[in-house]
Structure formats: structure tokens, C-alpha cells
């Protein structure tokens, strides 16, 4: 196992569970981010500030981890940019279709112990297995 990292998995999960409860009590919503982007892309009054503060946290965490010395792994993506674009447009209208997105279903929901959530992140995880297996082992990739 060359990825093995228990301790920044469990300060990294420790830190999302935290904001996720955080921004649960002190604003009543789910941590969901599709929903969060959503509510960005179409604004509601009074609620676009959080949204964009809670985004730019998303950014600024994994900044701050790399300047204070973590280690951060060089992705390169070995497929054409329109494709991935498409990618991203099929996984916004899944998420829409699914009522969110693994950050909302998985993290959130399961914690309240929402059915519908539950049940959503079994799909999707097991739709992942799917993919990467056509796609590894049917197509080539």
C-alpha cells in the first residue's frame, strides 16, 4: 500500500465532518457542494456570501496544506479536455437528478441516517465500481 496515509485521512476527514456540521448548526444547510455550486451559479437573495466563503475554503485548505509542506500529489489528466467537460456536465445533471451529490448524500445524509441518502451513495459508489471496471477492463483504457 504505497497511499497509506492514516493520519492526514483522519485530520482530513475529521475536518470535513466539522464543517459540515458547522455549517448544519449554524446555517441549517447540508453541506452538499453541487447544491452549494448551484446556489452560486443561480443566486438566491441572501444566500450567495456563504456559499462563496465555503468554496473558497475548499481552495484555500488545500493551498494552506501545501504551504505549510504537505505533499501534493501532480495529477495529470490523460484525456481531452472536452471530454472532460462532458464528464463534468453528465455528473451535474446526475447530481441534479439525484437530489445531490456524494459530499450531500454521503457525508451528511448518512450521519442523519437518511434512507434516501443511504441508498444514493450505494448507487453511486456502485456505478464508480461499474465505470472503472468497463473502462479498465471491457474498453482498455
Known amino acids: 500500500m504505497e497511499n497509506f496515509t492514516p493520519v492526514s485521512a483522519l ?3 475529521a475536518l470535513i465532518g466539522l464543517s459540515a456540521a458547522l455549517l448544519l448548526f449554524l446555517k441549517g444547510r447540508i453541506a452538499g457542494i453541487s447544491g452549494i455550486v448551484r446556489g452560486i451559479i443561480i443566486p ?11 468554496l473558497a475554503g475548499l ?6 496544506y501545501q504551504l505549510a509542506g504537505g505533499d501534493v500529489a501532480h495529477i495529470q489528466a490523460v484525456v481531452d479536455k472536452p471530454l ?3 464528464g463534468g456536465l453528465i455528473v451535474g ?12 448524500h454521503g457525508v451528511c445524509g448518512i450521519a442523519r441516517m437518511s ?5 444514493a451513495t450505494l448507487t453511486f ?14 474498453i482498455g483504457g
Do not use: K, N
Not at 481552495?59 to 494552506?64: E, M, T
Not at 434512507?115 to 441508498?119: F, G, L, Q
Open 11 to 13: 485530520v482530513g476527514g
Open 59 to 64: 481552495i484555500a485548505g488545500g493551498v494552506l
Open 125 to 138: 459508489m456502485a456505478t464508480g465500481v461499474i465505470t472503472v471496471f468497463i473502462v479498465r477492463h471491457i
Open 84 to 86: 472532460i467537460v462532458l
Open 44 to 54: 438566491e437573495q441572501g444566500d450567495f456570501l456563504w456559499r462563496l466563503v465555503f
Open 93 to 104: 445533471i446526475g447530481t441534479t437528478l439525484g437530489s445531490g451529490c456524494t459530499s450531500g
Open 115 to 119: 434512507p434516501r441518502s443511504i441508498a
